[in-house]
Every structure is written in C-alpha cells, then in structure tokens.
C-alpha cells in the first residue's frame, strides 16, 4: 500500500477529530504505526495502542499492546490513537496529505530549513502558526523539526495543524 | 460741555482735597412746608384715611388664607413701606412706561384676570369610598341632623341626694331626703322638658331629619372619594409631578459634570454605563464609517428606504467593534451605528502590538479575507476598508488580500471575523504539551523593534 495508507489515515483521522471521537482505528501497518507515534511525540495524539477489533478498555490505553501479538491475531490488528480536545476544540485540526501515490513530494535539508522558517519551496507552502510536518526519512518519520535537528531530509507525508 | 467729563480733568480741579461739595444754587428755593403748602397734620389723616394698616381681624382673617410664610412676608412687605411715603411721594405715573390702566392689584376683576386658584389641587391619592367607607360617610352626613333626645345624659334620682345617701340604696334613704329629691327631680324635669321644647320650635317644619335640599346636596356636591370632601378649582387630578418614580431620568439626561460640557444631548450616558468609559475617552476613539448604503423595503404603500451604514471603532491600542444599523434618518443611523460600534468593542489579538498571529482566513458569503502577519516596518498592505479598522485597532504591520467577492459589508465582517479568530500559540502549546518559546523575545534581549 505504501503512502496510500498514509493519504487515508490523514482523511480517516481529519474525519474523526472533527466528529469529536475520543478514541479511533487506524490499519495496524508499521507505517501507521510509525506515523501515528510520530503524532504522539508531537503531542497531538494522547494514546498509540496496538489492539483487536473491538477498542480496547481505558486502562488498556496505557500500555501500547493490549495483547502480544500472534500468527493467529496478527490479521485482527489495529492501531488505537486516542484523539485529544482542548478548551472544546480538537488539538489536531487538519491534516493534509503532501505526498500521493501519484505524486511522492520530498524535501532536502535546506528546502525544509525554509519550510519551516515558514518559506515556500516547490510545492511545499512555508508553514504558518501551529503548522507542522511530518516525513518519511532513513530515520523513520519524523517531525520537521526532528528532521532538521538530525539534518536528514526525506518524503513529505502531511501537513498537520 | 460734554455728558462724560474725563477723570483726569476731574482730578486737576481739585476738588478732590476737599471732597465733592454741595453746590449751592443760584436761585434759592423754599420749601413747601415753609410756605404752608403741607401740613403733617393733612397728611397724616389723609395717609390713616387712604393707607390703613391692617386691623388684628384683618390680619386672623388673612391667616385664614395664607400660611404663616406668606403672612411673614406680608408683614414685611408693610414694615418696609412708610404710609406717609406713599401720601407725599405717590403719584399717577405719566411716563411712556407707565401701565396702561390703573390698579394696585388688591382686587380680582374677573375680565382683566385669570380666575384666582386659591383652593388645594384635588387630593392625589383619593379614590372612590369602597362599601363601609361608604357607610361611614352617610352615618357621618346623618349625625348632623340630630333626630330625638340624646340618651344617658338625663340626671336621675341620686343625683338629687345629699353626698352621704348617694352609696346607700333607695329603700334606706330618711323620708325627708326622699321627699326633697323627689322634688328636685321633678323641678329638673320639667325644666329639662320645656328647653327641649324650645330647642325644638325652630325644627317644627321639618319635622326634624335632612330635608330634600340637604338630600340634594348630599347626592350632587357630597364627595364620592376618600378625599374628606376637598373642594377644588379644577376636576382635573394635578398633573404628573415631573419626576415620576421608575421613569425619572430614562428619557431626560442629568448632565454629568464630570462629562465637562462635552455630552449636553446626553448621548453617550449610555454607552458611558456600558463601557465605564468617560465621555472624553468615548471622543477620543478612533471611529469612520465603513459602508453606507441605500436599502429599501418594498411594501403595499411603496418603498421604504433607509440607509444602513456600518461603522468601526477602536482605541488604537488593541481594541475593535463594528456597528451596523439601518434608519430612515441618514445621521440617525449614523449615531446608531457609531454607538453600536463603541458597545461591542472587544480586545483583538496582537503580535508584539503590530500584527496579527499567523494567518487567519475568513469566509462571509462569496467574500474571503485572507490576512497574514508581517515583520517590523511592513505597513499596512490592505484594502481600504481593513486599513481603517486595522488603524483603529492598532495593528501597523498587515498583509491581507480579498481573492474573491469584494462586497463592501461582507469584506467588512470577513475582516473583523479574522482578527478575532487568530491562533493563540499559547494554546496550541498547552494543547500539544510542549514548551513554546518566542525566539523573537529571547534573541538581542527582546529588543526587537
């Protein structure tokens, strides 16, 4: 699937944040699972879970697998993210996919350097207050301003605020 | 020689020395007493016959009428003017502002003056007499006409007995004082019999009771309020007082002297509540008018139009509020809108007191405004309309931009709407859990700009 799935865990956790959701689902893949622990180190997710179908209890969120995983479970998988709300707002309003399957849009150190000094670059719009990026590097993803304290660039994969 | 004589030429006849003497005239004249023409005598009959003083019945009469202040003012009125003044000095005024008729106001003519109001207005708080008020009225109106004897006021017996019998019953009593009580008491009688009978010849006629002129008079001039029977001048109930409680000062304005003549209408005494602004802070607000247009509602009886105008105020240092109001009145609308717009001031959002947080974008109707901060020295890149209320508002570093409709009133709210909504990173950084520092404040000591 590649950066498809990374496209529609963008819409499906857009979608889910402005429903109000406290708690959602995403396919248990390991970009996911990258992607999605990427937002909690930004602080914009509250809990990253591996569980089964059925969500799994609140004390369970603590831990990040309710379960080991099994050659008999492995295909029943799902990453939790629990969603957060601040003064009756969610934390993560948008986010947008950068890169599509079409288009794989990717960002060298400096052309980030500028990004984030809120510059734009090619296709990159600098980015505005609350706005933050995320990519795909040889590091895993990371935050732009990781990517740029470890001065690795990489694919953009969305654009988050 | 002129009217004025200068006070220098005074100075130099030196008369000042000796202070203005008394200038002695050519002709001397002679007094009219010494030539027999007055006579202290005359005049003092003639000022007693003309201008009496009130008598002690006069002036009890006159308490009758006038309450004791106008009594004192009246005595003093007559203490300040001489009797013999008024002989000797009197006269028939014959000068171009005399009066044109004669008379020193003592008496009412009824065709020259108004009707004389001397009787109390009617009693504010009477109303109509309820059931028992009623009856106690009617007994009242009936006691006058004393019907009968008056009972229990008749002498008996014992009064008749020396002091020692009187504790002592009848049957006890010596057949002398008996007998001489017996006696007395029917003297008494009698007496008493043939008074009542005298009392009562003038009563004959009517039998004794109200007659029909009395029941007359009760049904037309006796009083059907509780107001004791008051006669009055007018029928009319006294006017409003001018200050009637619960609407005193809703729709007149004390002028506040701590205004300092500025608000003498009284049009900002409300906002003044309001805001808790003075008068003066609420002049010195900067404030245009942003649209003005000509709408109309079409009705039965044709178009009504009316001018909606929208204004925008703000202090210059951080506040903003626009106003739209409609009215038939061009300049009534105005004011509306003005104070509508110094009402819903609200502090908007500033970067270091020159720009605005990020961008913000904004939607109303087809129109979109697009606003984004900018560094130090920028200036205001805007429309004309976001220039005025960025001025207001005290914003000098602007970038913004109207990609679509560009309706005056909509551009207006989209505007107004954007400064309000900014981002606060403040939030965002409690919302994220990260520490968020304005590099802008750490480098150079914060300073600058």
């Known amino acids: 699937m590649g950066i498809a799935s990374i496209t529609n865990a963008c819409s499906h956790l857009q979608n889910a944040t402005r429903a109000r959701l406290g708690l959602t689902s995403l396919p248990s893949t390991k970009y996911n699972l990258r992607l999605a622990l990427a937002l909690h180190r930004a602080g914009l997710v509250s809990s990253v879970t591996r569980g089964g179908p059925r969500p799994p209890p609140p004390e369970a969120l603590l831990a990040t697998e ?3 995983v099994t050659a008999d479970n492995v295909a029943t998988r799902r990453l939790w993210v629990g969603l957060k709300y601040w003064n009756n707002a969610p934390v993560m309003r948008n986010l947008a996919p950068v890169s599509k399957p079409s288009r794989l849009v990717t960002a060298t150190v400096p052309e980030l350097a500028k990004v984030a000094r809120g510059f ?26 990781e990517a740029l304290e470890r001065k690795v660039g990489g694919l953009v994969l969305c654009r988050v605020s | 020689m002129s009217v004025a004589r200068p006070a220098a030429r005074r100075l130099i006849s030196g008369r000042l020395a000796s202070g203005p003497a008394r200038r002695r005239p050519r002709f001397a004249n002679v007094r009219a007493a010494d030539m027999g023409l007055m006579d202290e005598s005359q005049i003092d009959k003639f000022t007693k016959e003309k201008f009496p003083q009130y008598t002690k019945e006069e002036i009890e009469q006159l308490r009758t009428r006038y309450s004791p202040e106008q009594i004192a003012a009246l005595e003093a009125g007559e203490a300040a003017i001489n009797p013999r003044d008024l002989t000797v000095q009197g006269r ?6 005399a009066l044109p008729y004669i008379d020193d106001f003592a008496e009412n003519q009824p065709i020259v003056d108004k009707r004389a109001r001397n009787k109390e207005a009617p009693d504010p708080n009477a109303r109509f007499m309820n059931l028992d008020e009623f009856t106690e009225d009617l007994i009242n109106w ?20 020396p002091d020692e019998f009187k504790k002592v019953p009848e049957g006890r009593w010596t057949k002398e004082v ?63 007082p001018s200050k009637v409680p619960g609407v005193a000062g809703l729709y007149k304005n004390a002028i506040d002297p701590e205004d300092g003549g500025m608000d003498d209408i009284g049009i900002y005494q409300d906002l003044k509540k309001r805001t808790g602004l003075t008068v003066r802070a609420i002049l010195n607000l900067h404030n245009k008018c942003l649209v003005r247009r000509w709408v109309s509602n079409q009705t039965r009886l044709g178009k009504v139009g009316k001018t909606s105008i929208v204004w925008v105020a703000g202090n210059g240092d951080g506040w903003l509020g626009i106003g739209e109001a409609k009215s038939t009145e061009p300049t009534i609308a105005a004011l509306k809108a003005r ?26 109707s087809g129109t979109v405004v697009k606003m984004s901060a900018r560094p130090p020295g920028f200036g205001l890149r805007v429309s004309h309309r976001i220039f005025e209320m960025c001025r207001a508002a005290g914003i000098s570093d602007l970038a913004a931009s109207i990609p679509r409709s560009r309706n005056p009133m909509n551009s207006v709210k989209a505007a107004y709407h954007a400064l309000c909504n900014q981002p606060n990173p403040d939030e965002i950084a409690i919302g994220r859990g990260k520490k968020l520092v304005d590099v802008r404040k750490v480098y150079y000591g914060g300073a600058v700009h």
């Open chain 2, 339 to 364: 104070l509508l717009a110094i009402r819903n001031m609200r502090p908007i959002r500033r970067y270091e007191n020159r720009t605005i947080y990020g961008s913000v974008t904004s939607k109303v």
């Open chain 2, 142 to 161: 009936a006691d006058k006409f004393q019907q009968g004897d008056v009972t229990g006021t008749l002498k008996t017996l014992v009064d008749f007995v």
């Open chain 2, 92 to 97: 028939l005024r014959s000068d171009p502002y």
């Open chain 1, 66 to 68: 309710v379960e080991p």
């Open chain 2, 178 to 240: 008996r007998d001489d009580a017996q006696r007395a008491f029917q003297r008494y009688l009698e007496g008493e019999v043939n008074k009542q009978a005298k009392k009562n010849e003038g009563f004959l006629e009517s039998e004794s009771g109200p007659t029909d002129a009395d029941v007359l008079q009760y049904i037309l001039e006796r009083s059907a309020m509780t107001d004791g029977n008051r006669t009055t001048n007018s029928s009319l109930a006294p006017a409003l």
């Open chain 1, 120 to 145: 734009p670059v090619g296709p990159l719009k600098g980015l505005n207050l609350g706005e933050t990026l995320f990519l795909s590097t040889d590091l895993g993803v990371l935050e732009v301003r």
